[in-house]
């Protein structure tokens, strides 16, 4: 049987993608951010795991305004590596696993959660920037993906975002969809975004350290509590591109409550983001 | 959107106004775009994710925006950023 052996959340900042493209990694700015990366990265090579669902949002690379699915998933044999305007991250293809992503699909449903597929699919930062902290080595370079994948979208671009309950509730709902899986396959799950951060109008620039702290106390103590917190105020105190951390509830909802978290990263900042990581493990 | 594909990367760098007009954008829009007045663009509902394209094509990054945003010089927007402490671990 397939099960999720492991979660990682991490912010996906374009820059912090930029910085290991560019092997800035060991510059005084960023150092401090990639040095709290390397225990996430062996946690993860530990954990091996076979199939990696990545909850991330589409940032008008894949997702027009035309169409904005609320939430998505894929269901390709390659995710291409997109050119968001600065052309393509020189990073390798991503590998899905149809058959995993179908059963995935067909549970989910099932289960009232009606996703959009997608059959033909490339992927930006938010999902690229997330598997080459957790997957490459300190600049992110991987020969290629130990893993194969599932993009998992969320819109957290255009309003109105889903409300954090039914993103814990995604969670839960691809926890029994894997654990449903009849092939022995370890999966992690990668909730991306976040932490606090604005990027538009006259608050851009927007933190807020102790919205995060909680945060990531509730995450492993409480994650109900998190649950029931309004997607407007995760706007209003985490920043309005903070919103993001819904994705972080997808991935910690597909564990248990009381799930172990083995570590934890906090850093001010990466651009105009305040980045943040947990690793949990499933027991 | 568009301005993920190289061709129109191209296209809208030799002729923005009409590349623009192309995509039915009032002359009012236009100027916030060829102005690069993100906050302008964002006023009129512009989105932040796709507005960005420009700043690709600019090749500036996310900060510039943001202290354009703020009416701030980069250097004062990059000292507002490091103002904040976190006050719980140092």
């Known amino acids: 049987m397939a099960k999720i052996v492991g979660a990682v959340t991490t912010s996906h900042v374009p820059s912090i993608g930029i910085a290991m493209d560019q092997r800035l990694t060991q510059e005084p700015y960023w150092q401090p951010l990639f040095d709290g990366y390397e225990p996430a990265k ?52 991503f590998r899905g696993d149809p058959a995993f992503s179908w059963h995935l699909i067909e549970h989910l449903v099932a289960q009232h959660f009606d996703l959009m597929m997608y059959q033909e699919m490339n992927v930006d930062h938010g999902f690229s920037v997330p598997m080459s902290i957790a997957f490459g080595d300190r600049n992110g370079t991987v020969d290629s993906w130990p893993t194969r994948v599932v993009p998992v979208t969320v819109n957290t671009i255009q309003f109105p975002f889903p409300q954090p309950r039914r993103c814990f509730d995604l969670g839960k709902a691809i926890r029994r969809a894997v654990d449903s899986f009849p092939a022995d396959q370890r999966v992690l799950i990668l909730g991306t975004g976040g932490m606090s951060h604005q990027l538009q109008g006259e608050r851009a620039g927007f933190m807020r350290p102790e919205f995060d702290r909680m945060f990531l106390q509730k995450l492993r103590d409480d994650p109900q509590a998190l649950a029931r917190i309004p997607i407007g105020d995760y706007m209003k105190n ?40 947990t690793c949990y493990r499933k027991d | ?82 103002s904040v402490k976190d006050l719980n671990h140092g």
């Open chain 1, 238 to 277: 985490a920043g309005h591109e903070g919103a993001e951390l819904i994705m972080w509830l997808v991935a910690r909802g597909a564990l248990d409550d009381d799930a172990r978290e083995v570590y934890r990263h906090y850093h001010l900042s990466a651009s105009l983001t305040a980045a943040g990581l």
């Open chain 1, 42 to 93: 062996k946690f993860v090579r530990d954990l091996a795991p076979d199939v990696t669902i990545v909850v991330y949002n589409d940032h008008g690379l894949e997702v027009s305004l035309d169409r904005v699915p609320t939430f998505g998933i894929g269901a390709a044999d390659l995710y291409g590596v997109g050119d968001e305007g600065w052309g393509p991250r020189p990073i390798p293809g």
């Open chain 2, 1 to 82: 959107m568009s301005l993920t594909c190289p061709t129109n990367r191209k296209a809208f760098i030799a002729g923005p106004v009409g590349y623009c007009r192309g995509f039915g954008l009032s002359a009012e829009s236009i100027g916030l775009v060829t102005s690069r007045d993100w906050l302008g663009m964002i006023r009129s509902g512009g989105n932040i994710y796709y507005i960005f394209k420009l700043a690709a094509i600019d090749r500036v990054s996310m900060q510039h925006v943001g202290a354009q945003q703020n009416s701030m010089t980069l250097e004062q927007f990059r000292a507002k950023l490091n």
